[in-house]
């Protein structure tokens, strides 16, 4: 926005500091995150706009329309659409003052030809119509259906496996568990999930889980989430030296936990997921049918942090 303006000859001055933007006219433009609606507070606003409305919280619609003192006083806000939120309660009941213009991505005419095509491949039908099409759908059970979710006997021979470790934060939260899954894909694109991990202890218990794993899948590249206690465990791992071989890597989260899930979710739906059968297989299903409404979901960010290690690229750690 900054290039626009500037290139429009129409600003006088850009306060880094104060994310004000001074224009032609004796007009102003406030720049504020969302993330705290109290720092919304205070301005005398003629104008305003929200961006990606949905993933703000609902205290910020009411916070940021009482600063609309000024002439003429109106509010504009894009989104994607996030279920049927607050954002869309407050449109279905604005009355006359409201009023909404849905647009979909394939109505972008400068997109390229394969873009859409992609997106479809890669998420559920519901989650298309939310993404693509920018309508409000009813996210439970929207996710994974428990059909999807096909149990086999067994993988086929000669998978390269990767586990994927989400440690918990504490032991002390009754939603804190520590879960591991490992994943392969098939030569006719099915991802195989197995051996499913799910556990509430403290961390020199769920050390000796991990390495007991490790020494019983020869073979397996393992990764394990960066966040909170991670990477102090990825640490101390790569130290004993009985890992030597172990193929070790710390995995950096960077989406949200359905951005995650969304590849796998749409090749569960697609018919392309089997689940080794084991004693984990029940807890795991109920876990990821009830996703994203769910209590827990340590089991969905195992599975999606395991799926993940398949695409990326595949750096290693040796141990001396």
Same mark, same amino acid.
């Given at each position: 926005?900054?290039?626009?303006?500037?290139?429009?000859?129409?600003?006088?001055?850009?306060?880094?500091?104060?994310?004000?933007?001074?224009?032609?006219?004796?007009?102003?433009?406030?720049?504020?995150?969302?993330?705290?609606?109290?720092?919304?507070?205070?301005?005398?606003?003629?104008?305003?706009?929200?961006?990606?409305?949905? /993933?703000?919280?609902?205290?910020?619609?009411?916070?940021?329309?009482? *600063?609309?003192?000024?002439?003429?006083?109106?509010?504009?806000?894009?989104?994607?659409?996030?279920?049927?939120?607050?954002?869309? =309660?407050?449109?279905?009941?604005?009355?006359? =003052?409201?009023?909404?213009?849905?647009?979909?991505?394939?109505?972008?005419?400068?997109?390229?030809?394969?873009?859409?095509?992609?997106?479809?491949?890669?998420?559920?039908?519901?989650?298309?119509?939310?993404?693509?099409?920018? &309508?409000?759908?009813?996210?439970?059970?929207? /996710?994974?259906?428990?059909?999807?979710?096909?149990?086999?006997?067994? #993988?086929?021979?000669?998978?390269?496996?990767?586990?994927?470790?989400?440690?918990?934060?504490?032991?002390?939260?009754?939603?804190?568990?520590?879960?591991?899954?490992?994943?392969?894909?098939?030569?006719?694109?099915?991802?195989?999930?197995?051996?499913?991990?799910?556990?509430?202890?403290?961390?020199?218990?769920?050390?000796?889980?991990?390495?007991? *794993?490790?020494?019983?899948?020869?073979?397996? &590249?393992?990764?394990?989430?960066?966040?909170?206690?991670?990477? #102090?465990?990825?640490?101390?791992?790569?130290?004993?030296?009985?890992?030597?071989?172990?193929?070790?890597?710390?995995?950096?989260?960077?989406?949200?936990? &359905?951005?995650?899930?969304?590849?796998?979710?749409?090749?569960?739906?697609?018919?392309?997921?089997?689940?080794?059968?084991?004693?984990?297989?029940?807890?795991?299903?109920?876990?990821?049918?009830?996703?994203?409404?769910?209590?827990?979901?340590?089991?969905? =960010? #195992?599975?999606?942090?395991?799926?993940?290690?398949?695409?990326?690229?595949?750096?290693?750690?040796?141990?001396?």
């Amino acid at each position: 926005m900054l290039s626009l303006v500037a290139s429009a000859g129409i600003a006088t001055s850009w306060n880094k500091s104060d994310k004000e933007l001074r224009l032609l006219g004796n007009r102003t433009i406030i720049f504020r995150s969302a993330d705290n609606p109290d720092a919304l507070r205070g301005a005398n606003a003629s104008w305003l706009w929200l961006d990606e409305a949905a /993933m703000m919280t609902e205290e910020t619609w009411p916070t940021s329309i009482a *600063t609309l003192r000024r002439q003429p006083g109106r509010a504009w806000v894009t989104t994607t659409p996030r279920g049927k939120n607050w954002l869309y =309660d407050v449109w279905q009941r604005g009355g006359a =003052d409201y009023t909404i213009t849905q647009a979909k991505s394939t109505d972008n005419p400068f997109l390229p030809s394969h873009f859409i095509e992609t997106l479809r491949e890669s998420m559920t039908s519901e989650m298309y119509r939310q993404e693509v099409d920018g &309508q409000f759908i009813d996210p439970i059970g929207a /996710m994974f259906q428990r059909h999807w979710l096909q149990v086999v006997p067994r #993988a086929p021979e000669g998978l390269k496996w990767f586990r994927y470790w989400d440690l918990a934060a504490s032991t002390k939260t009754s939603a804190d568990y520590s879960a591991s899954i490992r994943a392969a894909l098939g030569d006719d694109g099915v991802v195989y999930l197995d051996g499913g991990i799910h556990l509430k202890a403290e961390w020199p218990d769920v050390r000796k889980v991990i390495v007991s *794993t490790m020494h019983s899948e020869a073979g397996t &590249q393992v990764g394990i989430e960066e966040a909170i206690h991670g990477l #102090a465990a990825i640490q101390e791992l790569r130290r004993m030296p009985e890992l030597v071989g172990v193929s070790l890597r710390g995995i950096r989260v960077d989406k949200d936990k &359905q951005s995650r899930a969304m590849p796998w979710a749409a090749r569960a739906e697609g018919g392309k997921v089997r689940l080794v059968a084991g004693a984990w297989n029940r807890q795991f299903i109920d876990e990821v049918v009830g996703f994203p409404s769910s209590l827990h979901d340590d089991y969905v =960010d #195992a599975a999606s942090g395991a799926v993940a290690m398949m695409a990326k690229p595949r750096v290693t750690w040796g141990f001396a």
